[in-house]
């Protein structure tokens, strides 16, 4: 529709849950992710903000995309399922990742003239 430019069926390289694990085995805290983008691209956040629930099984993060001041991110998982959202308008980069099946994420590149329009939720 109108609404999405672009949208591919993605997998994650190693999903929140395994990389919050791994930084519990060596003690250093998590500063970065890296999500998914469009055509094998990646985009790279820093985060800014945690909420992550004592088994690392499920939180949220919020932040930046690295080198963006004005861009913001969120980013969910839960039971192996992730989502988040990028909006980079310097980099004219507008992402919503839905989950799909654990390890894997729908990628759509949205207008966001004609995607958000002021209503909470998507329609």
């Known amino acids: 529709n ?7 069926l993605v997998y994650d390289k190693e999903t929140a ?23 094998g ?3 790279q ?5 945690a909420d992550v629930n004592p088994s690392g099984q499920q939180g949220t993060f919020a ?9 913001m ?3 969910a998982f839960k039971g192996g399922r992730e989502a988040f959202t990028v909006i980079s308008p310097s980099e004219n980069l507008f992402l919503q ?3 799909h099946e654990p390890g894997d994420l729908i ?8 995607y958000v329009l002021g209503v909470c939720g998507n329609p």
Do not use: N
């Not at 932040?63 to 861009?71: E, I, Q």
């Not at 990628?107 to 004609?114: A, E, Q, R």
């Open 2 to 8: 109108s609404r999405i430019i672009h949208r591919q």
């Open 17 to 39: 849950a395994a990389l919050i694990e791994r930084a519990r085995l060596t003690g250093e805290p998590i500063r970065r992710l890296t999500l998914p983008g469009l055509d």
């Open 41 to 43: 691209q990646e985009v």
């Open 45 to 49: 956040f820093e985060i800014t903000k």
């Open 63 to 71: 932040g930046r995309v690295v080198g963006y001041d004005d861009s």
């Open 73 to 75: 991110v969120t980013f």
């Open 97 to 99: 990742g839905d989950p």
């Open 107 to 114: 990628v759509k590149s949205i207008d966001p003239g004609t």
